[in-house]
């Protein structure tokens, strides 16, 4: 017999979960998209959307999911031939120096492997090497979702200061915006782009970019500039068109007024506080049922380098799979599947999962996943240290206290 009838609960990293009042907001006719209501929507949704990215300069949206805005990025910032430095720790970080080689982009990349963080000593290295001054942006993610590692920003930035040297730095925090600490003008972040799938809780459909008045003097002579791509309309815009190069995404844009009230009311360090607990909660249920040399893991040993709303793991002998498979069917509950951990189709990427706990998630759901996670293992046999819910409540309890 199945228990997954009730409310599902998808635990992947994008789409996160949806608040009921963005999705209500979302219920109504569309408005004039040439005048009124629109234009102040539009210009009030930039405002904020820079609150919650810490910065005074620059915003601009694209109708497009996270991958369209690596490519938005590239073709403001580079002409054929320019060289990009891409910081890789997991699969994200690669997806983004691959469209950058794609378009022509000669592009370098130091590999972190899927375990570690980016090492600033050696951007520091290869920016001294750089003599030339040829490379004009270094990219990093933030949080690489494949991996979970979360990368250390200041860091970046201070190697970039010690090197002496012009690149921009460009970062992606699709997956961190609204989960995990980002300040990008104290940070000294040149551009910064997102999505509205994850942290900030609204449907897939719309792409953020985050650009300093340096960046956009940086990308004016760049000939990889293509009509719907530039950037210039969207963060300059005259008309209420020019904010989305066309019709507006009327609907995704009152859901993301939403969001981003709900994100004011409950306060930005208070959203990543409650993303830091909740992590903390899901790890201390990791490590009662890894106790024992049981054969399953966090992927990030370091817990101030993993990432607040997704955790990476294993659970070897391909259990992570069956693991999924059992709480899809039986509890409600759908986990995301390991991401650039082995290869696909082999084996091996059957012992790998993701849970995510980004944007709009709170004790129950998150003690919901762990306690159904445990109630997996049990059912179907796989080896695990007991407690594991036990531990993740003591907790929660101790962040209420
Ligand atoms: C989700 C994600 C992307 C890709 O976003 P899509 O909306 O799936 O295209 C890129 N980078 C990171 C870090 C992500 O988490």
């Known amino acids: 017999m199945s228990l997954a009838n009730g409310r599902t609960y998808l635990a992947i990293p994008g789409p996160s979960a949806m608040p009921d009042r963005v999705l209500r907001a979302m219920h109504r006719a569309a408005p004039n998209i040439y005048e009124g209501e629109i234009e102040v929507l539009a210009a009030d949704l930039v405002r904020d959307l820079k609150k919650v990215a810490l910065t005074q300069y620059h915003c601009g949206i694209y109708i497009s999911n996270g991958h369209g805005l690596w490519e938005a990025v590239n073709t403001n910032l580079f002409s054929r031939g320019d060289t990009a430095l891409v910081m890789a720790t997991g699969r994200f970080g690669h997806g983004w120096a691959d469209y950058a080689r794609r378009m022509g982009i000669n592009v370098e990349v130091l590999d972190f492997g899927l375990k570690a963080p980016a090492d600033a000593g050696q951007l520091e290295a290869a920016l001294r090497a750089d003599t030339d001054h040829k490379i004009k942006a270094v990219f990093v993610t933030h949080m690489d979702t494949a991996t979970s590692i979360r990368n250390d920003i200041p860091a970046m930035r201070a190697a970039i200061d010690a090197a002496g040297h012009p690149a921009l730095l460009a970062v992606d925090c699709i997956a961190s915006l609204a989960c995990d600490e980002f300040r990008m003008d104290d940070w000294g972040v040149d551009i910064m782009i997102s999505a509205s799938q994850k942290g900030l809780m609204v449907p897939p459909g719309l792409g953020f970019l985050f650009a300093s008045d340096k960046a956009v003097e940086a990308g004016k002579s760049a000939d990889l500039r293509t009509p719907y791509w530039d950037w210039t309309p969207r963060l300059f815009p005259k008309f209420v068109y020019e904010y989305f190069g066309g019709t507006s995404p009327t609907h995704h844009m009152f859901g993301l007024r939403e969001s981003l009230d709900m994100i004011a009311e409950e306060g930005l360090e208070n959203v990543w506080a409650r993303h830091a607990a909740l992590s903390e909660a899901l790890w201390a249920a990791f490590d009662a049922w890894s106790a024992g040399g049981h054969d399953i893991a ?77 109630a997996g293992l049990q059912a179907l046999d796989i080896p695990h240290g007991t407690g594991g819910v036990a531990a993740a409540a003591a907790v929660i309890a101790r962040h209420s206290r």
Request: zero cysteines; glycine letters at 12%; aromatic letters at 4%.
């Open 298 to 374: 966090l992927n990030v040993a370091d817990p101030s380098l993993r990432s607040h709303s997704v955790t990476a793991a294993r659970f070897g002998g391909g259990n992570a799979q069956r693991l999924r498979k059992w709480l899809e069917n039986e509890a409600g509950v759908t986990l995301g599947i390991g991401l650039g951990m082995a290869e696909p189709g082999t084996p091996e990427i059957d012992s790998f999962l993701r849970v995510a706990h980004m944007g709009h998630v709170n004790t129950h759901m998150v003690l919901g996943v762990i306690a159904s996670m445990e």
